[in-house]
């Protein structure tokens, strides 16, 4: 099981600005998960990247993994208070039989 | 679909008191799992099962804890007796046999006195 590393540990920002978060790990991943978790709830899917170098767009939030497959990072524009919450990225193991989750960015957007 | 069900949703108790928390999964997933989510360690797999029978329980910290899941609706994960380093939320999550996405439960916020 690979250690994933996560930054920042936490960030606050106002409305409408732009940020970016970051996934690492010193192993190569054979696929990776970005989830959301709101205050008081359950972590969220947001999306699967497989191939390095791949972009996945959802709106205002792009998702690119690394082409050595070894990082990720997500990047949201013009963020919204509606945004504030726990990114956490997660690794498949063993065809996503279990998730070996990183300990998250808390994004807080205020108005 | 209702969702991952999770009860309660919050439990404070003393320490040495049993505690059982329960979770109803999406109708047709065969895969139950249980995590553990504290400040300090972020989200921790404890146990899963496919098709109610136990997969993995490398994750579960210690002998108080135990899961059992007697049909495909319905999992416990019990914690007999229970000490304040307990303390944590943990959530239900249950994924389809043919999707890579895991379902998680709203969560039981635990807290042992």
């Known amino acids: 099981t690979q250690l994933l590393e996560q930054s920042p540990q936490f960030l606050s920002i106002q409305e409408g600005e732009n940020l970016t978060v970051y996934c690492n790990s010193s192993s190569v991943f054979s696929s990776l998960q970005w989830y959301r978790q709101e205050p008081g709830e359950g972590p969220v899917l947001l999306v699967t990247?497989?191939?390095?170098?791949e972009v996945k767009k959802l709106k205002r939030l792009t998702f690119q993994f690394g082409d050595a497959r070894k990082d990720s990072s997500l990047h949201i524009t013009a963020a919204q208070p509606g945004d504030t919450g726990l990114y956490l990225c997660?690794?498949?193991?063993?065809?996503?039989?279990?998730?070996?989750f990183g300990k998250g960015t808390m994004l807080l957007v205020s108005p | 679909d209702a969702g991952v069900i999770q009860s309660p949703r919050h439990e404070v108790t003393e320490m040495g008191q049993e505690v059982t928390l329960r979770c109803k999964p999406i109708s047709g997933h065969n895969s139950l799992f249980w995590y553990r989510q504290t400040m300090m360690r972020g989200l921790e797999l404890l146990i899963y099962f496919n098709n109610n029978v136990p997969i993995d329980d490398s994750g579960m910290p210690e002998d108080r804890f135990s899961a059992k899941m007697p049909n495909a609706s319905f999992s416990t994960l019990k914690i007999q007796p229970s000490e304040p380093r307990d303390s944590a939320v943990y959530f239900c999550a249950s994924r389809d046999r043919n999707n890579n996405e895991q379902f998680f439960g709203p969560g039981t916020r635990l807290t042992v006195l």
């Open positions: 997660a690794d498949p193991n063993s065809g996503y039989s279990t998730l070996t």
């Open positions: 990247v497989v191939t390095g170098g």
